[in-house]
């Protein structure tokens, strides 16, 4: 597969790992737009939100729950912010879904 997260994933590319487990790989974004922005994958190639279904809802909650203790892990006690971008209109330029983690400093809404 020519996926660039599956090859993350799998060490095919090296990343810095914040937290993995059986279900996911989190790791550092190296183009971060906070002082703490981590991307959090699933181990299972998903293309986007877009492609979940019924089966997918424990995994999509493990992602979730992988950011909130992430952010715990990194001190982010005064607030951080959890964004799934799905889609070229939404935003997603990697066809795998992934979590972002963005912390370390106040967040502006709207985000662009």
């Not at 090859?7 to 974004?29: L, M, N, R, W």
């Not at 799934?84 to 066809?95: A, E, K, L, P, R």
Request: net charge negative; aromatic share 8%.
């Amino acid at each position: 597969m020519s996926c660039l997260f599956c090859k993350i994933v799998d060490g095919s590319i090296p990343s810095t790992a914040v937290y993995q487990d059986e279900f996911c790989y989190a790791f550092a974004d190296l183009n971060p737009k906070a002082p703490v922005h981590v991307l959090v994958a699933p181990r299972e190639h998903i293309g986007s939100l877009e492609e979940t279904g019924e089966g997918d809802r424990a995994l999509l909650g493990h992602l979730m729950w992988a950011a909130a203790r992430i952010a715990r892990d990194k001190g982010l006690a005064k607030g951080y912010r959890v964004v799934v971008n799905t889609g070229q209109d939404g935003g997603q330029s990697v066809d795998h879904l992934h979590v972002h983690l963005l912390g370390g400093r106040q967040l502006t809404w709207p985000p662009g």
